[in-house]
């Protein structure tokens, strides 16, 4: 079997024999390359069954073999997008081996600025310029190569982050349109809930709280079925619209051992208008509880590393403890605290030539 003819559906339950058919196929195009040294498909394939082989220190060797003897769009943008990904290998000069790896997004960068320049025809590159703009907060920049993206392939992932893009910029209205779309685009390639709540944030901030409690509802029946953990960030949609009573009844199933304190002000908020004060001085006393011990039981642990330090720990879980009694004061203040969504970046695989994600793999 060739490798590019794997059923990638089943990887993670034949793990094994996915490596091993991996490397059978990485061994037979080494013996091409050998023949072939100038051949820069060949070469990105090898590279990306060495990935599937989890030998990421010989692909990017392969990929910087490829973009410096034939540098053109495919060769320099997976380069970029392997430095983007997975940063650059220290390599020990006396054992020829990747000790560790740092970050690598200049180089990314810079490469990705060359790829632009050729004029590809295709969305891959603009995508990640957009994500890396993006990053950098410079939202301008980062909608114009979005929407050259868009002008080619319109997918999940540029759609989306242009919707970010209005949506830092403030510009909610328009967001909400993209956040729309790309959520339309949801299929087996990115299953990801993210644009749906961000459509819905978006319309509840707008003000259409029927259509934003409808999203509500269908994502929580969504990330239940597909069990994707969003509970919590579509319980925010029910705080938008000042819906406290949907908004408890998800922020109630939350278990608050693991939660940070930061989730409690909007939770104990809903809770007082309600009516429900004793809900609040309950969980209070019990978190507070929770955290006493916690610093107790640590200050008491002989078993502790000697790097650790106790003083500074404690420290953190008293202010943490400080913060949920404020929080009570605040809210028997009737002070409404408020909730700051951030929506996440979404990418995709954008490797040319990746088997497992059926990418193309053009050769100019």
């Known amino acids: 079997m060739n490798f590019d003819e794997i059923d990638f559906t089943e990887y993670e339950t034949k793990y094994e024999e996915h490596i091993k058919i991996a490397n059978e196929y990485a061994d037979k195009l080494e013996k091409e390359i050998a023949k072939e040294p100038n051949n820069t498909k060949v070469r990105n394939n090898l590279a990306i069954s060495l990935m599937e082989a989890n030998r990421y220190q010989e692909a990017f060797l392969h990929f910087e073999e490829a973009a410096k003897r034939n540098p053109n769009v495919q060769s320099l943008f997976n380069l970029a997008y392997f430095y983007s990904t997975e940063g650059k290998p220290i390599i020990d000069k006396s054992e020829e081996e990747a000790y560790s790896w740092e970050i690598a997004d200049d180089e990314a960068f810079?490469?990705?600025?060359?790829?632009?320049?050729?004029?590809?025809?295709?969305?891959?590159?603009?995508?990640?310029?957009g994500e890396m703009y993006i990053k950098k907060e410079k939202y301008e920049t980062a909608i114009t190569f979005l929407k050259q993206a868009i002008s080619y392939t319109p997918s999940l992932e540029n759609l989306h982050n242009l919707g970010v893009c209005y949506y830092k910029k403030g510009m909610i209205g328009t967001a909400v349109d993209y956040f729309s779309k790309a959520h339309a685009l949801?299929?087996?390639?990115n299953l990801t809930l993210w644009p749906m709540l961000c459509y819905g944030v978006c319309l509840a901030q707008?003000?259409?709280?029927?259509?934003?409690k409808a999203i509500a509802k269908e994502m929580l029946i969504l990330s239940e079925k597909e069990e994707q953990e969003f509970q919590s960030d579509i319980a925010?949609?029910?705080?938008f619209i000042d819906d406290y009573k949907e908004f408890v009844k998800e922020y109630s199933q939350l278990d608050w051992v693991f939660y940070s304190v930061e989730?409690?002000?909007?939770?104990f908020y809903s809770l007082w208008k309600l009516g429900q004060s004793g809900e609040i001085e309950k969980l209070a006393?019990?978190?507070?509880?929770?955290?006493?011990?916690?610093?107790?039981?640590v200050l008491n642990d002989p078993e502790e590393c000697d790097d650790f330090d106790k003083v500074e720990?404690?420290?953190?879980?008293?202010?943490?403890?400080?913060?949920?009694?404020?929080?009570?004061q605040n809210v028997y203040a009737g002070i409404r605290p408020t909730v700051r969504f951030e929506p996440y970046l979404e990418t995709s695989c954008y490797f040319y030539g990746c088997f497992r994600h059926n990418n193309p793999n053009p050769n100019y």
């Not at 989730?263 to 939770?267: K, N, R």
């Open 313 to 328: 720990y404690e420290a953190e879980i008293r202010e943490e403890i400080a913060f949920v009694r404020k929080t009570v």
């Open 206 to 212: 707008l003000g259409r709280k029927e259509e934003a």
């Open 285 to 297: 006393a019990k978190i507070i509880a929770n955290k006493e011990k916690q610093i107790e039981e």
């Open 263 to 267: 989730y409690l002000p909007p939770y």
């Open 110 to 129: 810079e490469l990705l600025k060359k790829v632009v320049e050729l004029n590809p025809q295709h969305h891959f590159p603009y995508n990640l310029m």
């Open 186 to 189: 949801r299929s087996e390639r």
């Open 236 to 239: 925010e949609i029910y705080y």
